[in-house]
DNA sequence: TTCGGCTGGTTTTTT
DNA sequence: ACCAGCCGAA
């Protein structure tokens, strides 16, 4: 019981109901992780069987760090403990039981590449207009009636939700719902949602097994219970509802999944489901400084939904938080890396006490280059995991339809790869018979001969080939590594790569092995006890972006993610960039004022991250889309109390010289090819480099860049840099369009000529 | 059937 | 800038 003694009065308290509902409001930093931790050690030292706690945290990494923490207080058993997301959680239950839904265990998970693939061919079947039904808005409605625990039928049957669909002209999608459904339990499949959706459906018609989990679970804990959607809590609740022991912890301020079905509401409920609830606030912050914690409520302040609560620090007052200001997104970068390279010179810190966040995947890039530059070492966390790259999907989808001859999607990929001659046609044409005879489409594959004469050797080629696979896994019963090792060579995939000898090629090849190494430390772990394909291919699918396995030396890497991906996690200074109107806030969310809220709660998470300080940047322009445009700084950060702002020496005092709008050019309209213009630029432009003469450009003397010279424009390329002359000296420029104006329709009413140095 | 060239759309976040 | 889908040519 030492452990207590480090606690404050409230997480004492937390850590010392054990019986009864419990509800932990956590502000950011107030030491949820160490009650979470304690909590679970201290029911083990009361005599909880480790086996009956469920623990369910966002991520797998989430997990293993607890598991670990706890490890360190109470030892081996430790191991023992149900903890994990929902996901991978309730797919392991649901191989167990699925079943009884009609699902074998060796059911396929679908991730969203995907899903968004069959309502492709779902959307072509039913001859309706792919422009219309966009794939992600009808995922994201399936996904969303799901997560409500809609059916197929009843989407299908409720009158508001189709008039909705209707007004929106999308009137069909509760018929592609069905046949989504229907096809992906053809396929013996499910999909991300369906781990949580199905699961819930287990429960409700099966009372037994629901009445075994219920007196499994003795304990019921939930982390970042604010981000939590309708079907996950109805969950937890059914689960805990024999014991009544549920403990959630959450913040309702660091809600930002929304987007994703999680609501807040469901804090407000919990209030309601357990009347007998014990609620505990931990308000106290002990990683940030002063400023920090005071720039994040005075951000937090401006949501009108939020619950009370009042975090504060008796840490020190700390730096003022640097507002930086950049011309272009890539000096936004050079100035974060050289601020990073001077702390870490400076201040005597490591790498990896720093972090870059920014709100989209697709600001990473101009960072990843300034950092190499200064040779400063990074992880980039997200953004295309190794397990979505197309070669590494590829192998696993061969290993997919050996465990799996249902897996619509996997048959798919595989078919014609490498080519065997088997195209879309041929393909068409096996469907067809699969559907007339009423069988499946392996049936119909592996037994050919029965159903065409002649001229389907390829297609008997396959069926033989994956029919070797099968044996090996069902009947000789080899481990995940020999079966991924003999399919990878067999199937001729290693070999295609191995004889592409270009660079990508090449990295493909070794990404390859990579994923047979990854199967082989799976085979080789001693926890793994199944070390079958099947069981791999699993936890393979349910790997979130903050799981991937970091390798080289840790400490030395500057860490860039988003701040989604920043949930949980701490730095010593994060610099947070990229806050332009319309980036961040994203102009997305602007629609609807609840999600200007969302946006609003995501700036808070990502200012709590910081331990000591913090930097906040924008751009004046930036790239988007292969072209510059310029942006304007966001609202957010007019939102932050100045008293604890300060303007960075670093880019921001700079003023802009010669800030010129162009005059008008007019009649081009009409379209230009695209590539013929940038064939164009190519020829025009030999080096990235032009001169033109002082003369045209000075400060009082704005360059006019006229009709003629649209041509001009093409030469020096969109956003390419110019040695322009001002006052008889040589400075750079950039030629930058008004939002929303590009190359391609050659709109060019407005351009700006900015100086950048 | 495959390949290459062209076009249009895309970028919010993730299990 | 990048990708997926389409079309025509081989």
């Given at each position: 019981m030492d452990y207590l003694s480090g606690l404050n009065e409230p997480q004492r308290k937390a850590v010392l109901h054990t019986e009864g509902p419990l509800m932990i409001i956590a502000g950011?930093?107030?030491?949820k992780t160490r009650v979470l931790t304690f909590r679970t050690a201290h029911l083990i030292e009361q005599g909880?069987?480790?086996?009956a706690i469920l623990l369910l945290t966002f991520t797998n990494k989430a997990a293993g760090e607890m598991r670990h923490r706890i490890e360190q207080v109470i030892?081996?058993?430790?191991?023992?403990?149900?903890?994990?997301?929902f996901h991978s959680i309730f797919a392991k239950i649901l191989r167990f039981e699925g079943e009884k839904l009609g699902?074998?265990?060796s059911f396929s998970i679908y991730d969203t590449d995907d899903s968004k693939s069959l309502l492709r061919s779902i959307i072509k079947e039913m001859n309706l207009d792919d422009k219309v039904y966009k794939v992600n808005l009808v995922l994201n409605r399936i996904s969303a009636a799901k997560n409500k625990l809609i059916s197929p039928q009843s989407y299908f049957n409720n009158e508001v939700i189709r008039n909705e669909d209707r007004m929106a002209k999308v009137g069909e999608i509760g018929a592609i719902y069905k046949t989504y459904a229907l096809r992906c339990f053809q396929a013996n499949a499910m999909d991300f949602d369906d781990l949580l959706y199905q699961t819930n459906i287990l429960f409700r018609d099966h009372l037994d097994v629901l009445n075994k989990y219920q007196h499994k679970f003795k304990q019921v804990m939930v982390d970042?219970?604010?981000?939590?959607n309708v079907s996950q809590y109805l969950i937890t609740k059914k689960l805990s509802?024999?014991?009544?022991n549920i403990c959630v912890v959450g913040d309702d301020a660091q809600s930002i999944y929304a987007f994703r079905g999680?609501?807040?509401q469901n804090i407000l409920n919990f209030e309601k489901d357990y009347p007998d609830l014990t609620t505990i606030k931990l308000?106290?912050?002990?990683?940030?400084?002063q400023a920090i914690v005071g720039a994040a409520n005075s951000i937090i302040?401006?949501?009108?939904?939020?619950?009370q609560k009042n975090v504060f620090t008796s840490n020190e007052k700390g730096e003022d938080i640097e507002i930086i200001r950049a011309t272009t997104d890539s000096e936004e970068a050079r100035l974060i890396a050289s601020s990073i390279f001077e702390g870490k010179q400076?201040?005597?810190?490591?790498?990896?006490d720093f972090a870059i966040l920014y709100?989209?995947?697709?600001?990473?890039r101009s960072f990843e280059e300034a950092l190499r530059k200064l040779n400063l070492p990074y992880k980039i966390v997200g953004g295309l995991s190794f397990y979505q790259r197309k070669e590494i999907k590829d192998l696993l989808s061969y290993l997919r339809f050996v465990v799996n001859q249902q897996d619509e999607e996997a048959f798919k990929r595989i078919i014609n790869l490498p080519k065997r001659g088997i195209g879309d046609t041929t393909i068409a044409k096996i469907s067809v018979t699969a559907a007339e005879n009423n069988v499946s489409i392996w049936d119909v594959v592996s037994n050919i001969q029965q159903y065409s004469g002649k001229g389907a050797q390829a297609i008997e080629n396959f069926a033989d080939l994956i029919k070797s696979f099968k044996i090996m896994v069902e009947?000789?019963?080899?481990?995940a590594y020999d079966v991924a090792n003999h399919v990878a060579k067999a199937s001729g995939l290693l070999r295609e790569l191995y004889e592409d000898k270009t660079v990508e090629g090449l990295a493909r090849y070794q990404n390859i092995q990579e994923l047979l190494n990854a199967i082989k430390q799976f085979v080789d772990?001693?926890?793994?006890?199944?070390?079958?394909i099947a069981t791999f291919l699993q936890s393979v699918s349910l790997?979130?972006?903050?799981d991937q396995e970091e390798e080289g030396d840790i400490k030395e890497k500057v860490t860039l993610m988003t701040i989604h991906s920043a949930k949980g996690l701490e730095f010593k200074r994060v610099f947070l960039v990229g806050l332009e109107e319309d980036l961040f806030p994203s102009q997305m969310m602007l629609a609807s004022q609840s999600d200007l809220e969302e946006e609003r709660r995501l700036f808070y998470v990502a200012i709590t991250r910081a331990e000591k300080r913090l930097y906040i940047s924008y751009a004046e322009s930036r790239y988007q889309f292969g072209r510059l445009k310029t942006c304007e700084p966001s609202r957010f950060i007019d939102e932050?109390?100045?008293?604890?702002?300060r303007i960075s020496?670093?880019?921001?005092?700079?003023e802009i010289q010669g800030f010129k709008p162009v005059q008008k050019v007019g009649g081009f309209a009409q379209k230009t090819p695209v590539n013929q213009g940038q064939q164009l630029v190519q020829k025009a432009a030999p080096s990235n480099y032009q001169h033109i003469s002082s003369s045209n450009f000075t400060p009082s003397n704005p360059l006019e860049l006229q009709v003629e010279q649209r041509v001009e424009h093409q030469k020096f390329g969109f956003g390419k840099i110019l040695r322009i002359e001002i006052n008889g000296a040589e400075r750079k420029a950039v030629i930058a369009f008004e939002?929303?104006?590009?190359?391609?329709?050659?709109?060019?009413s407005f351009a700006k000529l900015m100086v950048i140095g």
């Amino acid at each position: 019981m030492d452990y207590l003694s480090g606690l404050n009065e409230p997480q004492r308290k937390a850590v010392l109901h054990t019986e009864g509902p419990l509800m932990i409001i956590a502000g950011a930093g107030s030491g949820k992780t160490r009650v979470l931790t304690f909590r679970t050690a201290h029911l083990i030292e009361q005599g909880v069987d480790p086996f009956a706690i469920l623990l369910l945290t966002f991520t797998n990494k989430a997990a293993g760090e607890m598991r670990h923490r706890i490890e360190q207080v109470i030892g081996k058993q430790a191991k023992n403990i149900w903890m994990g997301t929902f996901h991978s959680i309730f797919a392991k239950i649901l191989r167990f039981e699925g079943e009884k839904l009609g699902y074998t265990s060796s059911f396929s998970i679908y991730d969203t590449d995907d899903s968004k693939s069959l309502l492709r061919s779902i959307i072509k079947e039913m001859n309706l207009d792919d422009k219309v039904y966009k794939v992600n808005l009808v995922l994201n409605r399936i996904s969303a009636a799901k997560n409500k625990l809609i059916s197929p039928q009843s989407y299908f049957n409720n009158e508001v939700i189709r008039n909705e669909d209707r007004m929106a002209k999308v009137g069909e999608i509760g018929a592609i719902y069905k046949t989504y459904a229907l096809r992906c339990f053809q396929a013996n499949a499910m999909d991300f949602d369906d781990l949580l959706y199905q699961t819930n459906i287990l429960f409700r018609d099966h009372l037994d097994v629901l009445n075994k989990y219920q007196h499994k679970f003795k304990q019921v804990m939930v982390d970042e219970f604010q981000d939590t959607n309708v079907s996950q809590y109805l969950i937890t609740k059914k689960l805990s509802a024999v014991n009544q022991n549920i403990c959630v912890v959450g913040d309702d301020a660091q809600s930002i999944y929304a987007f994703r079905g999680a609501d807040i509401q469901n804090i407000l409920n919990f209030e309601k489901d357990y009347p007998d609830l014990t609620t505990i606030k931990l308000e106290e912050n002990y990683r940030s400084t002063q400023a920090i914690v005071g720039a994040a409520n005075s951000i937090i302040s401006k949501n009108r939904h939020q619950l009370q609560k009042n975090v504060f620090t008796s840490n020190e007052k700390g730096e003022d938080i640097e507002i930086i200001r950049a011309t272009t997104d890539s000096e936004e970068a050079r100035l974060i890396a050289s601020s990073i390279f001077e702390g870490k010179q400076r201040d005597g810190l490591n790498g990896s006490d720093f972090a870059i966040l920014y709100r989209t995947n697709a600001q990473s890039r101009s960072f990843e280059e300034a950092l190499r530059k200064l040779n400063l070492p990074y992880k980039i966390v997200g953004g295309l995991s190794f397990y979505q790259r197309k070669e590494i999907k590829d192998l696993l989808s061969y290993l997919r339809f050996v465990v799996n001859q249902q897996d619509e999607e996997a048959f798919k990929r595989i078919i014609n790869l490498p080519k065997r001659g088997i195209g879309d046609t041929t393909i068409a044409k096996i469907s067809v018979t699969a559907a007339e005879n009423n069988v499946s489409i392996w049936d119909v594959v592996s037994n050919i001969q029965q159903y065409s004469g002649k001229g389907a050797q390829a297609i008997e080629n396959f069926a033989d080939l994956i029919k070797s696979f099968k044996i090996m896994v069902e009947v000789d019963k080899k481990d995940a590594y020999d079966v991924a090792n003999h399919v990878a060579k067999a199937s001729g995939l290693l070999r295609e790569l191995y004889e592409d000898k270009t660079v990508e090629g090449l990295a493909r090849y070794q990404n390859i092995q990579e994923l047979l190494n990854a199967i082989k430390q799976f085979v080789d772990s001693e926890e793994n006890e199944d070390k079958s394909i099947a069981t791999f291919l699993q936890s393979v699918s349910l790997l979130t972006n903050a799981d991937q396995e970091e390798e080289g030396d840790i400490k030395e890497k500057v860490t860039l993610m988003t701040i989604h991906s920043a949930k949980g996690l701490e730095f010593k200074r994060v610099f947070l960039v990229g806050l332009e109107e319309d980036l961040f806030p994203s102009q997305m969310m602007l629609a609807s004022q609840s999600d200007l809220e969302e946006e609003r709660r995501l700036f808070y998470v990502a200012i709590t991250r910081a331990e000591k300080r913090l930097y906040i940047s924008y751009a004046e322009s930036r790239y988007q889309f292969g072209r510059l445009k310029t942006c304007e700084p966001s609202r957010f950060i007019d939102e932050l109390d100045p008293q604890y702002l300060r303007i960075s020496k670093l880019g921001g005092k700079k003023e802009i010289q010669g800030f010129k709008p162009v005059q008008k050019v007019g009649g081009f309209a009409q379209k230009t090819p695209v590539n013929q213009g940038q064939q164009l630029v190519q020829k025009a432009a030999p080096s990235n480099y032009q001169h033109i003469s002082s003369s045209n450009f000075t400060p009082s003397n704005p360059l006019e860049l006229q009709v003629e010279q649209r041509v001009e424009h093409q030469k020096f390329g969109f956003g390419k840099i110019l040695r322009i002359e001002i006052n008889g000296a040589e400075r750079k420029a950039v030629i930058a369009f008004e939002k929303g104006v590009g190359e391609k329709t050659l709109l060019l009413s407005f351009a700006k000529l900015m100086v950048i140095g």
